[in-house]
């Protein structure tokens, strides 16, 4: 069974910066890709960020570009977001997926809270 598992969220300033952290329970390369969805009260579940871990590629929504940046430490199978220059808006419940190599599901963690405070 496969473990995600977030940390990092919490209370914050506007402009400040926050990063998260996503372990898995195996390594980051037996999935194809990572993401991060965040979903806020009462909205969808909207893709924030990608990773691609065959090159490292990654992709952002616009409402986070330039400000969001996702990474990885690879020897300790965890995923980072580093979310900078927050705004009010960036208020929700952040969740962690991956994408494993020859399955047809995709893992998530439990979601962690963050709250940008104006």
């Known amino acids: 069974q496969v473990q995600l598992v977030e940390s990092g969220g919490g209370l914050v300033q506007a402009g400040g910066s926050l990063r998260l952290s996503c372990a898995a329970s195996r390594s980051i390369f037996s999935f194809n890709r990572m993401r991060w969805y965040r979903q806020a009260p009462g909205q969808q579940r909207d893709l924030v960020a990608t990773?691609?871990?065959?090159?490292?590629?990654?992709s952002y929504a616009d409402s986070v570009k330039g400000r969001f940046t996702m990474s990885t430490d690879d020897a300790n199978n965890t995923v980072y977001l580093q979310m900078n220059n927050l705004k009010f808006e960036d208020t929700s419940v952040y969740y962690c997926n991956a994408e494993p190599r020859g399955g047809a599901y995709d893992y998530w963690g439990q979601g962690t809270q963050v709250t940008v405070s104006s």
């Open positions: 990773l691609n871990t065959n090159d490292g590629y990654t």
